[in-house]
Structures are given as structure tokens and as C-alpha cells.
């Protein structure tokens, strides 16, 4: 989802769609938008275990180098079914981050 004024995140997202997808528990994203999704510490631990802990977190530096690097002061996810400011992604995707380093 690229929506006029918004950096699209999902190109960076999709890289590791499946991980994303196995934390949509809640709902689905179509129906929910980033509700659908646990992102807690437990879930996310547990969860990470099936994947390249390094390629995702490697992901989400490029991701946020990118986003913070943009002048767009919105960010759209398909993936995540989400539009908002810069900063409440950028935050999410740092607490997602840090609790895949725990």
C-alpha cells in the first residue's frame, strides 16, 4: 500500500513476510490493521526462533535508515494494513527490534 504523501514501508516489510505473518494472531491485518499482530517480547521470542534473527534485524536498521532519511512525515503498510505519522512506525519497528535482541 503506497498512499500519495506516505513512505511505503512494505517493500522492506516484504522481505520477511513470513515472520510478519506468523505474528498476525489477534485477526487479520484486512480487518484489524496492525492489531491483527503480537508484538509482544514472549511472541516475538517465540516466533523468532523459526527465522535469520540477523537478516531480520539487518532489515529493520535498512528500513529505518530509510524512513528516517525521508522527507514523508507519514509511512503506509499493506502488510500491516497501516497509515501513520513517522514517529509512531519508527517507534514500533525500534520496540520490535529490541524485542528480537532479548
Known amino acids: 500500500m503506497k ?10 516489510l516484504e ?3 513470513e515472520f510478519w505473518r506468523d505474528l498476525e494472531i489477534h485477526c487479520v491485518a484486512e480487518c484489524c490493521g496492525v492489531d491483527a499482530f503480537d508484538f509482544s517480547k514472549e511472541e516475538i521470542q517465540k ?6 534473527k540477523e537478516e531480520i534485524i539487518n532489515n529493520l536498521d535498512f528500513l529505518l535508515g530509510k524512513i ?16 501513520s505519522k513517522k514517529k509512531v512506525f519508527v517507534e514500533r519497528i ?3 527490534k529490541e524485542n528480537i535482541l532479548k
Open 3 to 12: 498512499l500519495k504523501g506516505s513512505f511505503s514501508a512494505d517493500i522492506y
Open 15 to 17: 522481505l520477511n513476510k
Open 47 to 52: 516466533t523468532i526462533t523459526c527465522y535469520d
Open 68 to 83: 528516517e532519511l525521508s522527507d514523508y512525515k507519514y509511512v503506509s503498510s499493506g502488510l500491516f494494513d497501516e497509515y
Open 94 to 96: 525500534k520496540r520490535i
